[in-house]
């Protein structure tokens, strides 16, 4: 998941798996790979950044541990 701004500045959490498309149009637009199109306040190099950051968080972690450090139930 990540965190992005919706146009009220509110934040919120989008789960990076699902982004198709990213455009600054000049507003940036999330296209998921449902087709809904998210308008959000951050820019399109944040929202790549995020994504990137997100997809490599996921390799730091050893398998079997939560993002805790605990043991993940089966």
Do not use: C
Not at 1 to 19: D, R, S, V, Y
Not at 42 to 69: F, I, T
Request: hydrophobic share 35%; net charge positive.
């Amino acid at each position: 998941m990540i965190k992005l701004h919706k146009l009220t500045g509110e934040p919120f959490l989008l789960n990076a798996e699902h982004i198709r498309s990213v455009e600054s149009l000049p507003d940036t637009y999330v296209t998921l790979t449902t087709g809904e199109r998210i308008v959000v306040l951050d820019s399109l190099d944040e929202v790549m950044q995020k994504a990137v950051d997100y997809q490599r968080s996921k390799w730091l972690l050893p398998p079997g541990r939560s993002h805790r450090g605990g043991l993940r139930a089966s």
